[in-house]
């Protein structure tokens, strides 16, 4: 194998962590390691932007080689803190796992977990559906399942009219979703936040305000008194999904300009049936997964 160039633009975008650049001087402000997927990094920034923590630009877990888990255990034997997404042992063929990097941290280090967060009240037809046979596989043109496609590949055709009582109680559901998750790994608590409904770009995408609540409490937990400041953009803001119209209503949110997919490639809910029909197992797992939502949707299980 052939020795990575240290001007690849990818090892200059994470230059810190692969040691192309002085890491931050260990002492006060503590120095932290974020770990985890896309709001991991959102997080990062936050904790950044108080001034009262220090860290450094980490590779999303599910990118990782052999090679970044090393750096990342050797970062890790040098933090205050590893604030992480829980991931299981030995995820993707790696020792990367949240007890697994953890047992690397020195004596006065800790464990700060914060949940993946998904929130699909005002989205309550978007899915995210991991084929058994290949979980990183995803739908053509937009990463997201449609349930409404789903259930018309099963040959529901019907259109989907919930009763407002219904959006409420799936609201409902997600918001407890998330609470039994930060339960089960322990975890900085996020959930109370969003029985405020915030509006999402995606239903894994949180608004800044979401992130910098998680942020703050994060804070809470390292024992520092900050307040992230203003990023300047939405962090996860690249693609942004329909609000759906009656559960914005029966959630008493007021929402405008989000009535489609920004950007929205067209054709993809045929491309959609056509990759369900390529990928059954993709649909099975699918109704495995949200046939209670589907039922109160309308949409069949």
Known sequence: MSTPSPTDPRRLHYEEFYDLKPLPVAGEPPFVIVVGNCQAESLRILLDSTGDVLSVRTPAIHEWTEEDLGRAQTLVARADALI???????????????????????????????????????????AIIRSPSNPSLNPPLLPYHDLRVLAAARGITQTAEPSAENLRILAAMSVDQLRRRERAHDTVSVSEH????????????????????????????????????DPGRELLGGLEAPVDKRAAAALGVDVTGRDSWLPEPEGWEQAHLEFYADNPDVVAAGVDRHGERMRLLGLGA
Do not use: K
């Open 194 to 229: 969003l029985e405020h409904h915030p509006v999402w770009h995606t239903i894994n995408h949180p608004d800044n305000g979401t992130l910098t609540y998680l942020a703050r409490q994060v804070c809470r937990a390292l024992g520092v008194e900050a307040t992230p400041g």
């Open 84 to 126: 992480m997404q829980p991931v299981r042992d030995d995820y993707r063929g790696l020792a990367c796992g949240s007890a697994q990097l953890s047992r690397h941290l020195p004596a006065h280090g800790r464990l700060i977990g914060f949940p993946v967060l998904r929130f699909d009240g005002l989205m309550p037809y978007q």
